[in-house]
T-cell receptor
Framework: AQKITQTQPGMFVQEKEAVTLDCTYDTSDPSYGLFWYKQPSSGEMIFLIYQGSYDQQNATEGRYSLNFQKARKSANLVISASQLGDSAMYFCAMRDMDSSYKLIFGSGTRLLVRP | DAMVIQNPRYQVTQFGKPVTLSCSQTLNHNVMYWYQQKSSQAPKLLFHYYDKDFNNEADTPDNFQSRRPNTSFCFLDIRSPGLGDAAMYLC?????????????????FGAGTRLSVL
């Protein structure tokens, strides 16, 4: 069965520093897609970044980058130059191999950015 | 401007009293989803619509129903809310253009409705 594991329930980072949020996954399918979403206290889930299993390069979107290590089955999110607005819950997710529509979420990491 | 709009943002209902949550979208996406999210947990998919085709998750209680009268609107009906149904309910949409495990099909979420059951 597919599974997403986020081992850091909570993390602190100093403003302007970089932070890495861990995500490991388990799947028997060689084809898979990985997602990161941000959920501020307001509730809305915001899509951040996507990595396909066959993508040659690690995904990047502005201050967000994905450290994709296929052999280790890890897809860690790196946020550079943290801002106070980055304080939120972050979820790693994977496309369900049996459905084009269903996402399997990890348990999330709560990030707090200190001024 | 918000593209997936959920109303109301906060809903209080009484135990056993039916309640309806609404979701509208301006993206013209053909897939709409309803998630339940309890405190400090990941969202849990309840069901989704692909156009008018309704797809229920196997573990979604019968107490939860949904309607999609047109592309733009989708409703979540809770027929007899229990205390355990107090949660955040998130609506999301995606535009179907890819199939398979690599499908990107980014889901765009609304801000959610926080339901309290008294």
């Amino acid at each position: 069965a597919q599974k997403i594991t986020q081992t850091q329930p909570g993390m602190f980072v100093q403003e302007k520093e970089a932070v890495t949020l861990d995500c490991t996954y388990d799947t028997s399918d060689p084809s898979y897609g990985l997602f990161w979403y941000k959920q501020p206290s307001s509730g809305e889930m915001i899509f951040l970044i996507y990595q396909g299993s066959y993508d040659q390069q690690n995904a990047t979107e502005g201050r967000y980058s994905l450290n994709f290590q296929k052999a280790r089955k890890s897809a860690n999110l790196v946020i550079s130059a943290s801002q106070l607005g980055d304080s939120a819950m972050y979820f790693c997710a994977m496309r369900d191999m049996d459905s084009s529509y269903k996402l399997i979420f990890g348990s999330g990491t709560r990030l707090l950015v200190r001024p | 401007d918000a593209m997936v709009i959920q109303n109301p943002r906060y809903q209080v209902t009484q135990f056993g009293k039916p309640v309806t949550l609404s979701c509208s979208q301006t993206l013209n996406h053909n897939v709409m989803y309803w998630y339940q999210q309890k405190s400090s947990q990941a969202p849990k998919l309840l069901f989704h619509y692909y156009d008018k085709d309704f797809n229920n998750e196997a573990d979604t209680p019968d107490n939860f129903q949904s309607r999609r009268p047109n592309t733009s609107f989708c409703f979540l009906d809770i027929r007899s809310p229990g205390l355990g149904d107090a949660a955040m309910y998130l609506c999301a949409t995606s535009r179907d253009w890819e199939q398979g495990a690599l499908a990107k099909n980014i889901q765009y979420f609304g801000a959610g409705t926080r339901l309290s059951v008294l």
